[in-house]
């Protein structure tokens, strides 16, 4: 699961996405005017790019549970017809503020963060990719570092470096969206679930559920999915 994607179309020219792994991610595309954009940027940042062409103040960055529930909550409801706008706008408001205050340029102590090379974003989407093709049975720290022609020590780092997380909480982060898609699709069996996204069984991957969004598994079905005021 890829972090969020943050770029503005063209009029003249269509926006278009290759994604290399079988099925590609979802994607959500939602069009609010720039001034909009500009406003929650500045909230979380004063310092927040003002070219309009450019309102994003970076190009991608790491999703969280409150964006994950956030998403899962706007898309159940288009998919369930809901035509009250104020709860469709309140939702999408809250996601976009919620994406913005993630790709934020500045750290908590108000230094810009390090520059990441183009070796370092190349070696870490190459481990991203590896890990979303086999997220149920993944290689172990070795042999994912032998695939991609660098020590374990070395990906770790760079890893953590320019994700933020570890390897292994980034797994877990992937496969927990991926059971939060298939809860809001009608998934009947959480034990099955949990199986198939490579938790030992039921009860594992509830504690890791729960621990992430806050609540377990059984009340993120299509029927109890939160609405915005249980999210924002």
């Not at 369930?80 to 205050?101: K, P």
């Not at 590896?130 to 660098?150: I, M, R, V």
Request: glycine share 6%; with cysteine; proline share 8%.
């Amino acid at each position: 699961m890829a972090p969020h994607r943050l770029g503005v179309d063209e009029v003249s020219e269509p926006f278009r996405i290759t994604h290399p792994i079988a099925g590609g991610d979802r994607c959500t595309i939602v069009t609010v005017p720039a001034e909009t954009v500009l406003e929650i940027g500045r909230h979380h940042d004063p310092g927040w790019p003002e070219d309009p062409d450019r309102p994003f103040a970076t190009r991608h960055a790491l999703s969280t549970a409150r964006a994950a529930l956030l998403h899962q909550a706007l898309l159940t409801g288009l998919q369930r017809g809901v035509t009250d706008s104020l709860v469709t706008h309140e939702l999408i408001f809250g996601l976009l503020d919620e994406v913005l205050r993630c790709g934020a340029p500045r750290t908590r102590s108000g230094r810009k963060p390090a520059a990441v090379t183009v070796h370092a974003r190349d070696l870490v989407e190459a481990a991203r990719i590896t890990l979303s093709e086999c997220y149920a049975s993944p290689p172990s720290l070795e042999g994912l570092a032998a695939t991609l022609s660098c020590s374990p020590f070395h990906l770790c780092r760079t890893f953590r470096r320019v994700v933020g997380l570890p390897l292994r909480r980034y797994l877990d982060r992937l496969r927990l969206r991926l059971a939060l898609e298939r809860l809001g699709a009608g998934e009947p069996s959480l034990t099955a679930l949990a199986l198939d996204l490579g938790y030992a069984d039921h009860s594992h991957f509830t504690n890791a559920f729960r621990r992430e969004f806050g609540r377990p598994p059984s009340e993120l079905r299509p029927a109890q999915v939160p609405s915005s005021r249980d999210v924002i």
